[in-house]
């Protein structure tokens, strides 16, 4: 073993994971269950039913990931699991699972960020996956999520001073929104990108909210132009009735138009910090880092200014357990260790 062997538990949101992680970035065994069936009918998460739905599959995951693995409990240095910020229920039910774990097998227990953890997907590596450089420092890491759109540049492992941040909705979030707008499933992240990939003609252009000089993100006046562009392309088609779905062709632009906006200003934020704070690399995580569009653009951009960019693989950007085994690892190094009365807590910062 190249440093411990660590179980991560993640339960935070709508993805039940988890992971048996080796030295913060060897990957064992990564197993997640997707609730995104099971709310996709509602078009948004239902709390009580996302605790439901962890309870009920918390311990297959486990089962999955341990006869995936090749290891034994022996061979773990760590507990680690998801203390927050994320949904109350959901939370409680992987935070009890992995105390019960380490208190039964007598393990040390490490309770971790989530928005670390998709800061430390950038650090790990799938099986039989060759050993890369990890990301130097100084770095600056965009974290783009449903819940969470923030920059923050990182000197060192663990800590982190944060640039900018939403003032209003986080980026996953627009993107649902808009998704549902334009009668998308949900979630409307990856919809919007299949969606755009369809568009023949690329010239609708939404606002770009830039707000000065700021690394700070605004998303909210984009989603109300979508509306305004929503409607008025409805009037055109001569769409009368709700459920009178508009023509793919229209719904293809409209898409590409909105993923455009939030791509440029994500990428012209990121690039313009990299530069400004003399990074030496540009991590990119959180669910919305699954998009194409953003990888590739960014990857471009990052690459003409000298930088590199760090970006997982798009199944390690949306919520897993190796990314929680990742940053507990760190934590676990750097002498971190929670009890058991580690509590739940939705609203966790990153920077505290
Ligand atoms: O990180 P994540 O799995 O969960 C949270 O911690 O929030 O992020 C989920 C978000 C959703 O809003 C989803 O629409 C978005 O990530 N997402 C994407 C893509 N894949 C997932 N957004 C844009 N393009 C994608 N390909
Ligand atoms: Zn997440």
């Known amino acids: 073993m190249s440093g411990p062997l660590v179980l991560a538990i993640e339960s935070?949101?709508?993805?039940?994971?988890?992971?048996?992680?080796?030295?913060?970035s060897r990957i064992h065994a990564n197993v997640v269950a997707s609730q995104v069936a099971l709310h996709a009918p509602s078009g948004g998460i239902v709390p009580e039913v996302a605790a439901r739905a962890?309870?009920?599959?918390?311990?297959?995951?486990l089962d999955e990931a341990w006869s995936s693995a090749g290891v034994s409990w022996d061979d773990v240095g760590a507990v680690a699991v998801t203390r927050g910020p994320g949904l109350a229920g959901s939370l409680l039910v992987g935070i009890n699972v992995a105390k019960t774990l380490a208190w039964v097998h007598d393990k040390p227990f490490v309770g971790v960020n989530h928005l670390e953890g998709h800061v430390y997907a950038a650090w790990l590596r799938d099986p039989g996956?060759?050993?890369g450089e990890p990301p130097p420092f100084p770095l600056v890491a965009l974290v783009v999520s449903g819940g969470h759109t923030f920059l923050v540049e990182m000197q060192d492992h663990l800590t982190y001073?944060?640039?900018?941040?939403?003032?209003?909705?986080?980026a996953g979030e627009a993107f649902d929104k808009v998704g549902r707008l334009l009668d998308l499933p949900y979630p409307g992240g990856p919809e919007i990108q299949k969606a755009a990939e369809g568009a023949t003609r690329h010239d609708t252009r939404f606002p770009?909210?830039?707000l000065g000089d700021s690394y700070d993100f605004s998303f909210s006046g984009l989603k109300t132009a979508a509306r305004r562009t929503v409607d008025a392309a409805r009037a055109d088609a001569g769409l009368r009735e709700p459920e009178e779905p508009l023509p793919h062709v229209v719904t293809a632009e409209l898409a590409w138009g909105f993923?455009?906006?939030v791509v440029d200003v994500l990428v012209s934020k990121t690039v313009r910090a990299a530069r400004e704070s003399g990074a030496r690399s540009i991590v990119l995580g959180g669910g919305v880092a699954a998009n194409s569009v953003l990888r590739t653009r960014l990857a471009g951009e990052a690459e003409a200014i000298g930088v590199p960019l760090i970006v997982p693989r798009p199944g390690l950007c949306t919520d897993n357990g190796a990314m929680i085994g990742a940053a507990g690892a760190r934590r676990f190094l750097a002498g971190e260790r929670s009890g058991l009365d580690l509590e739940a807590t939705p609203s966790l910062p990153l920077a505290r």
């Open 12 to 24: 935070s949101c709508d993805e039940t994971g988890v992971a048996l992680v080796e030295g913060g």
């Open 54 to 61: 962890h309870l009920r599959w918390i311990l297959p995951v």
């Open 129 to 131: 996956q060759a050993e």
């Open 161 to 170: 001073r944060l640039l900018g941040q939403t003032v209003d909705d986080a």
């Open 208 to 210: 770009r909210a830039w």
């Open 259 to 261: 993923q455009d906006a």
